[in-house]
């Protein structure tokens, strides 16, 4: 137990905290857009997808937990970590990095902070559903929660709508620096693939916002559409 609490107090320790805890947010964040995405293949097949999730039961409470677990690792020791740099540098270094480092790199705390707010809106909006309770009594034909459109009707708010793409646009913001910082602390961004994973990375972010943002634009435009009868 000493040597755990040792590493996490060491600034290695905390990268590496970071960075473990960064790749699992990234992989659920990944399969949350392709689990999402089901919605362009119909009101059945995504209210089966949400179906199958709670059928989960206790387990996916403990999926959840994990998840919290995970962000608020992630949050804590990056506010930590990043004290404890500012604190530690000269005052000349730290100019001539701030001119070095990328947007994205100099905008992580404050993007961070924002996909807070983010994360939990989201989570109110169509986990809890909390701000539209009466989505609570939506049901397809087969009795199922209609999850699919329960979607269209909260991106049929230009405003939701907004919201939701700044947060995705600043969570692959976040990623797009994150992974490579990641991959560095992990060991795996060698000076061989140093350019290839530079160039890699921001692409894997923008293909998940476009993932992500293809839902709320295709309300907006009307490709996706409510059921008849709604």
């Known amino acids: 137990m000493k040597a755990l609490i040792s590493f996490y107090q060491s600034s ?3 990268k590496w905290i970071v960075a473990l805890t960064g790749l699992v947010l990234v992989g659920f964040v990944t399969g949350h857009m392709i689990g999402n995405l089901q919605v ?5 097949m995504i209210n089966v997808y949400a179906e199958r999730l ?19 690792l992630h949050i804590a020791t990056t506010i930590t970590l990043t004290l404890q740099n500012a604190a530690a540098r000269p005052q000349k270094y730290e100019v001539k990095k701030s001119v070095a480092a990328t947007f994205a790199a100099k905008t992580m705390i404050m993007s961070g902070s924002i996909l807070v707010c983010f ?12 701000i539209h309770p009466g989505w ?3 049901h397809d034909e087969a009795g ?46 060698t000076r061989k693939l140093a350019q ?4 890699v990375t921001p692409f894997i972010a923008w293909l998940i916002f476009l993932g992500y943002a ?3 634009v295709a309300v907006l435009i009307g490709a996706l559409k409510l059921p008849h009868g709604h």
Request: hydrophobic fraction near 55%.
């Open 40 to 44: 362009f293949l119909g009101q059945e």
């Open 136 to 138: 609570k009594l939506l």
């Open 54 to 72: 709670q059928s989960l039961g206790d387990l996916l409470w403990v999926i959840r937990g994990f998840l919290a677990l995970m962000i608020v």
């Open 119 to 130: 994360v939990v809106f989201h989570l109110l909006h169509f986990t809890a559903q909390t």
């Open 12 to 14: 290695i320790g905390k």
């Open 196 to 199: 290839p994973i530079s160039a």
């Open 144 to 189: 199922r929660h209609d999850v699919f459109s329960m979607v269209i009707l909260g991106f049929m708010s230009r405003r939701a709508s907004l919201f939701y793409l700044v947060g995705v646009f600043l969570l692959c913001l976040h990623m797009s620096h994150g992974i490579q910082s990641f991959l560095q602390t992990l060991g795996g961004r």
């Open 214 to 216: 293809a839902i709320p």
